[in-house]
């Protein structure tokens, strides 16, 4: 017999363990990268987070303490304005860590259809 479509010839029953190990072992690594992923991306957003509370109670804290309307609007300003910054930062750094997941993901699909 000989194989078809560039499918490999399994010559005894030894081939076929090896080949279902393999699936095997590719699926393990892929998903144990994939939660890795997950959390790497989570563990971010909560660090994020976190820091934008502190920011924004820090910031309310010195608006109690404001002397006047214009040191007010100040604090305000600055905060609206670090706030936008962190965000637009932190977006870039989530949807780069998004990317690198989905081309950590597809890498053993890829190199499975490569085998082939």
Known sequence: MTAAAGIPMINNFQDFQKLGQNNVD??????????KGWQAIAA??????KRAFEDGTATFEKLAGAKSLE?????????????????????????SMY??????????????????
């Not at 590719?26 to 939660?35: C, E, I, Q, R, V």
């Not at 971010?44 to 987070?49: A, G, R, V």
């Not at 990317?99 to 082939?116: C, H, I, M, N, S």
């Open 44 to 49: 971010e957003l909560t660090d994020y987070q």
């Open 71 to 95: 040191q007010a609007f100040e604090i305000q300003s600055s905060f609206a304005k670090r706030a936008y910054e962190d965000y637009v930062q932190q977006l870039t750094k989530i949807g």
């Open 99 to 116: 990317t690198a997941l989905a081309k950590d993901a597809y890498k053993p699909v890829e190199k499975a259809f490569q085998g082939r």
């Open 26 to 35: 590719t699926a393990l690594k892929f998903f144990g990268d994939w939660n």
